[in-house]
């Protein structure tokens, strides 16, 4: 299920990234001169309206979906180590709504839960930070992306908006593919973790 949401969410960041192209593409003209024609101005707007309605609801169902694995998770590690964590399981499902807080908080829940899962051993953090710091990075440049759109009244800073969405849209299909990989490896580990086997 985490897998699917997770797909569909990055499916609708392919196509909010192929509404960027056309957007880049329906310009005519250079520079001080450039320009997009009325109809395609009309039909550009309602592709950005189709595909952020797409995102919203992929993202939500996203979100709800991987929130519940995440607080799951933190539960189970919290079962094997107890004093692993310094704040309790329901900030697993608080923590990513607190503002500004929303950008770490998760995130040191999600390192003590992989410390956990390390069983103390030397490991790799990589697919953890990885899908942190583009989660992070896409969540700030699509909030900035958002507010340089509407606040654009020209061709040229419509189209920046347009880039900085389109960066934001690569970044958040990359947390995606990394967020695939950091649960199942997380949920390997734990589940090690709780095995006696796994501990010969």
């Not at 759109?149 to 040229?156: I, K, L, P, Q, S």
């Not at 908006?161 to 390997?188: E, H, N, W």
């Amino acid at each position: 299920m985490l897998h699917a949401v997770l797909t569909a969410a990055a499916a609708g960041d392919a196509l909010s990234l192929y509404a960027g192209f056309r957007a880049h593409l329906a310009v005519e003209g250079d520079g001080e001169f450039a320009y997009i024609p009325e109809e395609r101005w009309a039909a550009l707007n309602t592709m950005f309206a189709r595909v952020e309605q797409f995102q919203v609801l992929t993202v939500l169902v996203c979100a709800a979906v991987f929130i519940m694995w995440f607080h799951r998770v933190r539960l189970r590690a919290g079962m094997l180590a107890p004093t692993a964590f310094r704040r309790g399981p329901g900030w697993a499902i608080g923590g990513w709504f607190i503002p500004v807080a929303c950008l770490w908080l998760p995130y040191r829940i999600a390192n003590e839960a992989w410390t956990v899962g390390l069983r103390g051993a030397k490991g790799p953090f990589w697919p953890l930070n990885l899908w942190w710091a583009s989660f992070a990075g896409s969540l700030v440049l699509g909030r900035y992306a958002s507010v340089s759109y509407r606040r654009a009244e020209d061709v040229g800073p419509f189209l920046d908006a347009v880039t900085v969405g389109m960066a934001a849209d690569a970044l958040s299909i990359v947390a995606a593919a990394a967020a695939v990989l950091f649960a199942a490896r997380l949920t390997l580990m734990l589940d090690d973790e709780g095995d006696p086997a796994a501990r010969r």
